[in-house]
């Protein structure tokens, strides 16, 4: 069965950096598009970033810039690199894969990002 699985969350003060990756597993991960979404308490979730089968990529407004996206094919993981963090990117953060029959989630991680 499909299974994502993020890490790498954690504590970081603002402007500071952190890697998170997404494991992938039980289906022909290079085949499809890989997002990251989150979700900040009290808000709703949000796409955040994207990366094609192909390697084309797409960044929500509030984090181009600082955040890239990457894919290893060979490894079947999935990364978000997260530059100049700000208090305002704190949320539980959200590997997805939009296949034909559903879309496929983790269960999130959390980052938290100090003033």
């Known amino acids: 069965q499909v299974q994502l699985v993020e890490s790498g969350g954690g504590l970081v003060q603002a402007g500071g950096s952190l890697r998170l990756s997404c494991a992938a597993s039980?289906?022909?991960?290079?085949?499809?598009?890989i997002n990251w979404y989150r979700q900040a308490p009290g808000k709703q979730r949000e796409w955040a970033a994207g990366?094609?089968?192909?390697?084309?990529?797409n960044y929500a407004d509030v984090v181009k810039g600082r955040f890239t996206i990457s894919r290893d094919n060979a490894e079947n993981t999935a990364s978000l690199q997260m530059n100049n963090l700000k208090p305002e990117d704190t949320a539980v953060y959200y590997c997805?894969?939009?296949?034909?029959?559903?879309?496929?989630w983790g269960k999130g991680i959390l980052v938290t990002v100090s003033s």
């Open positions: 997805n894969v939009p296949r034909s029959d559903m879309d496929y």
């Open positions: 039980g289906f022909t991960f290079r085949a499809y598009t």
């Open positions: 990366i094609t089968s192909g390697g084309r990529t």
